[in-house]
């Protein structure tokens, strides 16, 4: 990510303000990694939008917002960098109504239509409603992010659940821990949980039982870490180990519990490569895994934790890998590659479907 400049996987973290506890998901804006944005809107109840005060909105940013404006999101506008050189209020305005235009486009309905605007300079951690007051702030250098987050409690409502229903939770991201083994990442909708409860996973349109299991340990996010809690409670976003087959859109829940949770179904990937081993006459010059079992064992990892990514099995050790785009593909290559994989790729193909 830090080469690449833009967000890949979605991530999550928990903070207190005042009274308030705020959690705070980071999703992509690539089109490519839009698998990490669909499952992030079933976390949250609202939304930020961050532009770039001189650029206003970028190609990408069309994607985003209309998934969040299609699940009922009602965005917080942030126009960020106000501290460049040339912005003044009249290009900020042109910024909003180029976003006006485009939150229209979407068909946003009159609530997204009324959005609340902030100003800030992220880098100098400054905010305000009022673009000549942020500007003083980054120049005095006494600025805060307390008009955004006042800004945030005002306008994000607050979790639906109810607290004395049986436990439910909407998988949302699953990952891999060393010691631990599969462990889900979601947001309690209901009722709370306690390490060593009894629990089970619900497919999403049967309700079918996909196992049963205990919950061995949960945890919170504080600043990108990983923190052991005892309980969660519903509001809560929170990953769980205790199960090895649960995946995105299940419901983990009680064993009371029988009706899954709705869920934002995942897009269909769009393009298709083929991978196999490195048949060229530089084979295991560089890397030293070369076979093609290595190869298919590590793309069924990556399957595991990304959903957007499908793996079909071929013959004579080819394997078909389908992504949402070059960038999603591109990246997959570049990790196995520094990892110590030597294989050979295909040209993309164009996957057609019915709409």
Request: hydrophobic share 40%; charged share 25%; glycine share 10%.
């Amino acid at each position: 990510e830090r080469e690449r400049g833009i967000t890949i996987q979605a991530k999550y973290t928990t903070f207190a303000y005042g009274a308030t506890r705020i959690n705070a998901v980071d999703t992509p804006g690539h089109a490519d990694f839009g698998g990490e944005v669909e499952r992030a809107l079933d976390m949250v109840d609202g939304c930020v939008l961050l532009v770039d005060a001189s650029e206003g909105a970028m190609a990408q940013t069309k994607f985003v917002l209309g998934k969040a404006l299609k699940k009922g999101l009602k965005p917080v506008v942030v126009i960020n960098k106000v501290d460049r050189d040339g912005v003044t209020k009249a290009g900020c305005d042109a910024v909003e109504s180029q976003l006006f235009d485009l939150f229209a486009s979407l068909g946003a309905d009159d609530e997204q239509l009324d959005f609340p605007v902030a100003y800030a300079s992220a880098r100098a951690g400054a905010s305000s409603a009022s673009l000549e007051e942020c500007q003083k702030q980054v120049r005095e250098g006494s600025g805060s992010m307390e008009a955004l987050l006042k800004l945030l409690v005002e306008h994000v409502p607050a979790p639906s659940g109810e607290m004395n229903e049986p436990f439910s939770m909407l998988v949302s991201m699953i990952d891999r821990d060393p010691f631990l083994g599969r462990v889900v990442t979601g947001r309690v909708v209901n009722g709370s949980c306690k390490v060593g409860d009894r629990v089970h996973a619900l497919k999403r349109q049967s309700g079918e039982v996909r196992e049963v299991g205990r919950v061995s340990k949960i945890f919170t996010s504080k600043s990108l870490t990983r923190v052991a809690i005892d309980e969660c409670v519903s509001g809560d976003i929170v990953t769980i180990a205790g199960l090895g087959e649960a995946t995105v859109t299940d419901t983990l829940c009680s064993v009371d519990v029988t009706e899954p949770l709705e869920s934002t179904p995942i897009d269909p990937p769009t393009l298709s490569m083929t991978f196999g081993v490195n048949d060229s006459a530089l084979s295991g010059k560089e890397g030293k895994q070369l076979t093609g079992r290595q190869i298919e064992a590590r793309l069924k990892a990556e399957a595991e934790t990304d959903v957007a990514l499908r793996i079909k099995g071929g013959s004579d050790e080819r394997i078909e890998v389908q992504g949402r785009g070059e960038l999603h593909l591109g990246v997959l290559i570049e990790t196995m590659r520094r990892e110590g994989f030597e294989l050979s790729v295909s040209p993309p193909a164009v996957i057609y479907g019915v709409d």
